[in-house]
């Protein structure tokens, strides 16, 4: 029998009373684990910025808070583009890196050569980033071309380099201090025949990343699911902070599993492999491919974590096979990889791509976790730990709640009029609707394998304590269909004569 608290025990006077609250009716239904971008990376080294985190909704936000064409910046613009096709509703918190403090900026030159005997327009490039328009006169020297370029250059807010007068040539600096600088590379396009050249020395020398950690002591209690990381592949210093950091994130007392997406441009399997051999039980990191391209790597794997993150969120059932990224450039034809070479690198921790109608297809997207003697490795595929996050996310909205925190616990064949008791049979309940629902959104499969071992139980040394067991087959998904096509020829039959 349940006795109402509407009017207090103690009442004697004659009294109605009624108690409005609102319960939770729909216990063990499925709700998607909302994803999360944490985007880390740096801004401008010009630029001052508060190095706090901060949410963003706009890649002039990000501009104007850490500096346009800074990697911060270069990263939303594919992630929270102005026409709105980018991750949309899914929140992106920016955790801002500064310069190491001896830190290096790569820089580069670009040199002027001879007079114009031809009027031409010239445009650079800058890893896919175009400057304006420059254009020589007949008669023109380095002394009237050199200011042109640095307008054509500078006048573009989104371009990753900033351009001054040298001594002779245009001196082109990143704006941003650190190794992952290096990765830029400029050219200029413009007609031949102009009697004018211009000679380039890409950019070197940029020294010392930023260590992230600060950035990963930012983040707290909040689930941040998907985490891209701006630094470059050879840094394993970032690589080794990011697994730690995500190995904690596992913990049954964190329980909030991130993936960690760094992008690279390599395009020799080997090359990649030799990255990945070295980090055969982490679980935490991927790596985002795009061979040959001229985008710079952590502006390619933020277009293809656009179709991952917004397929985990909406869809997190699904594998990411064929999310277009749209604003990257792919690489060349011969650059990309054929079906063998993928094959090689998925099995050994990498992530792939194909190129299809001149646009990046996202692959098999994976972490680098493969132990050694293990077919099945059961962290490799990002689609899987995203499953487990919604299994998880769905098992605290169940227990993570004042219903069951503190609620008296007694035997499953034990009467009570207490409505707030808990029974070990309540908790398998509330896990069989979950494991039906979990069906239904095609996350786990073979629910009466579930249901059948779905146990709960007072522990026999602490009565206070409840013992449970959730066993579950996560989904397959469709990446490989094998179909064997017979055929034959028809042949007409025989005509019979009488």
Known sequence: MAIST???????????????????????????????????????????????????????????????????????????????????????????????????????????????????????????????????????????????????????????????????????????????????????????????????????GGLLNPSIQPALDQVGDVWETMFLNCLDVADTTALDALETFGEGRWGALTRKPMVAFTGHGLTSPTAILAVTDLRKTDRVNSLLANPGSVNLPFVSAAGELVGIVRTANNKPANDYGRQVAKYIAPGPDGDQWNYAQRDQLVKGGASTVEVRDGEVNVSDTVTMYRPDGDPNPAYRFVKDIVKLQNIIFNLDLIFNTASWDGAPLIPDDQPTINRDAKKPKNAVSAMSVLAQNLGLAALISDVPYTLANTVAEIDSQNPNRLNSVFPVKLSGNVNINSIDLNFGFFFGTSAVIN
């Open 6 to 204: 509407a009017v207090p025990l103690g009442a004697i006077a004659r009294v109605v009373g009624i108690k409005t609250e609102f319960i939770v009716t729909n216990v063990g239904g499925l709700i998607n684990l909302p994803q999360r971008v944490a985007l880390i990376g740096q801004g401008a080294s010009a630029s001052t910025y508060d190095l706090t985190k901060r949410q963003i909704t706009s890649a002039v936000e990000a501009g104007t808070l850490y500096g346009f064409g800074s990697p911060i910046h270069l990263a939303a613009l594919q992630l929270l583009p102005a026409n709105g096709d980018g991750v949309g509703s899914i929140p992106v918190t920016v955790y801002p890196l500064e310069d190491a403090g001896s830190g290096v900026a790569a820089a580069g030159e670009m040199a002027t050569v001879g007079t114009a005997t031809k009027a031409g327009a010239f445009t650079i490039t800058i890893n896919g980033i175009f400057s304006g328009q420059f254009v020589i006169e007949v008669g023109d020297t380095l002394t009237e071309v050199d200011p042109k370029i640095i307008s054509a250059v500078n006048g573009v807010l989104d371009t990753p380099m900033i351009a001054s007068a040298g001594t002779g040539v245009v001196d082109m600096t990143a704006k941003w201090a650190g190794v992952s600088s290096n990765e830029l590379n400029i050219v200029v396009t413009g007609p031949d025949d102009t009697g004018m050249t211009f000679g380039l020395t890409q950019p070197t």
